[in-house]
Nanobody
């Protein structure tokens, strides 16, 4: 059984920073592509960033230069470092694991609110 548990969300002022963490249980982590998605109220869930099993990363254009994604295989953890946060980054952020055999798994989400 695979479980993903996110943490690190909260309320931050514009221009501030947060680091989200997602810990994966089970044996999925090492060979899975790990991603962060977000969903703002009234909007569809969107992909924010991905780190593949070979550490290659991809970020959506709207967060390039502000966010970074990384993984620690020894800790089964993926991180999303978010800097220079803007009000439009406000959303529930979800961790996703995509394994080519075991399939896709989601965390429960963590709320990020950027407001003064």
């Amino acid at each position: 059984q695979v479980q993903l548990v996110e943490s690190g969300g909260g309320l931050v002022q514009p221009g501030g920073s947060l680091r989200l963490s997602c810990v994966a249980s089970g044996s999925i982590f090492r060979l899975a592509a790990m991603s962060w998605y977000r969903q703002a109220p009234g909007k569809q869930r969107e992909l924010v960033a991905t780190v593949h099993s070979d550490d290659v990363t991809n970020l959506v254009d709207s967060v390039k230069g502000r966010f970074s994604i990384s993984r620690d295989n020894a800790k089964n953890t993926v991180y999303l470092q978010m800097n220079s946060l803007k009000p439009e980054d406000t959303a529930v952020y979800y961790c996703n694991a995509d394994h080519f055999i075991l399939g896709k798994y989601w965390g429960q989400g963590t709320q990020v609110t950027v407001s003064s």
